[in-house]
């Protein structure tokens, strides 16, 4: 970025923290499906290691019934740092946790977790507490119910925190489109966020394409002598059939 902005991300001080992304607490998500909120989170863990930014996970007992991490977020982002705790509820208890995160020397946390009332929540306002930037990541945290979500959204923007979605933040790390891996960027949102952006990219790519090679369906066939010859024999089949009427019938 050109500017700084302070209410936007600046990613060469960005840390992406995913909190608590486990199996068993995804079975109480009711705020959202289940294939959109992997999709984001696997979408987060993509964008952090494609934009270089420091990443680190963590879990809730995950030898419990919360179970563990959902195995994409780590395969996505090979560089991605776990950070196991001795049964915090509040992963900035931990000062492992704490520890990681100011040997970065950055102080803009881009957070995500499930529970959102919890997992994301504590966490964010405990930062905030400690002088640090957040963005709440909200369509990567999903919650029990959408009441409880509301609440904690307006609990945490009291704070001082800046909700943003997915599709914001991979906007924000990647800034242009005037970039080498620019279309590695699009690839995450066609395959987690936008699905659909995959129809417009297959619609310029043949836009191009006839550019290049010409046209496929050859309608201009219909202009050559070809073309007029076919008319002559359409004519000519409906005077047959006009000579085939029953009798007594006008020709």
Known sequence: MSKIIKTMI??????????DHQSGLFQLVADMDMPTLRNNVSALA??????KIPMFTTASVPDGPNGPLIPEIHKYNPDAVYIPRTGQINAWDNPKWVEAIQKTGRKTLLIAGTLTSVCMAFPTLSALAAGYKV????????NWSKMA???TLARCVQAGAMPIDTYAVLAEIMSTWNRA???EFAAIMVDHIVPHYRLLIESYDKAQSVQRDGHETKLELLKTGNGEKAGKARKSVKAGQRGMQPAGMKK
Do not use: Q, R, W
Not at 135 to 142: K, L, M, Q, T
């Open 10 to 19: 600046d990613p060469n001080d960005a840390v992406m923290l995913l909190i």
């Open 46 to 51: 993509k964008v952090a290691h494609l934009g």
């Open 135 to 142: 963005f709440n990541v909200i369509d990567a945290s999903g």
């Open 149 to 151: 979500t509301d609440i």
């Open 181 to 183: 891996d620019a279309m």
